[in-house]
T-cell receptor, first 116, second 113 residues
């Protein structure tokens, strides 16, 4: 079975631009989360979606937004890019059944975003 | 106090030795705990999860949880050079009615041949 897939793999943007990152969860997984990881740090939680509804939001500015589609794939959008947005963006999915939030999350390979 | 804390290392052990990685967390309500391995330039890979106090073993890996002390650890027996990676501790931390998976900064492990 395919794991979590993310696209694109790498992306180079300039300050002020907008970017859309995409994620397809493992088949059967309805929960998708997004994380930002900068060098030397652990992943930082951005958003979690379950059944197309936002379940949680981390401490990120409103420039960051996301959505989940009926097929459970997801997009992360970042507007007005800043140099500090340069990072590895990770998507994870889990077999969350809605009433429990303890299921392990499985990560995709990530999108490496560089802002010039 | 940070929500999840780990020693950043590096932790260096000889091949065949036991590597011990430690993690503390601040939210007493946390119920689920995870260890991920991350090779340089790669994404995190789940290696263990534990929900109950005590030990959980899977092959060469043992996760240990002590909720009273808010402490979780990972032991790697018979360490191999291929185990050299950053090990991330992750804890489900309550935020309102929902939980968010919160990571430590990771511990860099080097296994020397």
């Amino acid at each position: 079975d395919a794991g979590v897939t993310q696209s694109p793999t790498h992306l180079i943007k300039t300050r002020g631009q907008h970017v859309t990152l995409r994620c397809s969860p493992i088949s059967g997984h309805k929960s998708v989360s997004w994380y930002q990881q900068v060098l030397g740090q652990g992943p930082q939680f951005i958003f979690q979606y379950y059944e197309k509804e936002e379940r949680g939001r981390g401490n990120f500015p409103d420039r960051f937004s996301a959505r989940q589609f009926p097929n459970y794939s997801s997009e992360l959008n970042v507007n007005a890019l800043l140099l500090g947005d340069s990072a590895l963006y990770l998507c994870a999915s889990s077999l969350d059944r809605g009433f429990d939030q303890d299921q392990p999350q499985h990560f995709g390979d990530g999108t490496r975003l560089s802002i010039l | 106090q940070k929500e999840v804390e780990q020693n950043s290392g590096p932790l260096s052990v000889p091949e065949g030795a036991i590597a011990s990685l430690n993690c503390t967390y601040s939210d007493r309500g946390s119920q689920s705990f995870f260890w991920y391995r991350q090779y340089s330039g790669k994404s995190p890979e789940l290696i263990m999860f534990i929900y109950s106090n005590g030990d959980k073993e899977d092959g060469r890996f043992t996760a240990q949880l002590n909720k009273a002390s808010q402490y979780v650890s990972l032991l790697i027996r018979d360490s191999q050079p291929s185990d050299s990676a950053t090990y991330l501790c992750a804890v489900n931390v309550r935020g309102g009615s929902n939980y968010k998976l919160t990571f430590g900064k990771g511990t860099l492990l080097t296994v020397n041949p």
